[in-house]
């Protein structure tokens, strides 16, 4: 790394833009992006720290919402012929405008359909977009929880 690449970098860091500087950092050092240009550089790195960055600021809320080994997607939902999901109903869901409305999401239904997935998918994006979530089980009458 050179003298101006190396200060770059630095000055990334002194910015508090840590996740642009590493990726300034593995750009110089990458063979794969040694032909890049500075704006496509830049672009890529300022697009990991915004992602950093939404990540870090879902982490609160997520430990907040009790959603344990929240892995769960939105983008990894499966609309298989097998699956009766109502592909509009859950695409509508994923914009959030019931937050905005002050609604709740209840999902219910026969063991197996992935309901505990699709509502922790929605909850997750909710936390990553800075909203706050509330992740519980309802029981039966019958069962003791």
């Not at 003298?3 to 950092?25: C, F, H, I, T």
Request: include cysteine; hydrophobic fraction near 35%.
């Amino acid at each position: 790394m050179r003298d101006n690449e190396k200060k770059l970098v630095l000055n990334l860091r002194s910015l508090g833009l840590r996740y642009a500087a590493q990726g300034v950092s593995d750009s110089i050092d990458n063979p794969q992006f040694q032909g890049e240009g500075p704006v496509d550089m830049a672009v890529r790195a300022t697009s990991t720290e915004l992602d950093k960055r939404a990540c870090d600021r879902a982490v609160r809320p997520l430990k907040q919402s009790r959603l344990y080994h929240a892995y769960a997607d939105v983008s990894l939902l499966e609309y298989g012929p097998h699956r009766t999901l109502d592909k509009v109903l859950l695409e509508r869901l994923a914009k959030y405008t019931f937050i905005e409305d002050h609604m709740n999401v209840r999902t219910f239904g026969p063991s197996g359909t992935g309901k505990t997935f699709i509502t922790k998918a929605i909850a997750v994006e909710a936390c990553r977009k800075g909203y706050r979530t509330k992740w519980s089980i309802a029981c039966p009458s019958s069962a003791s929880c």
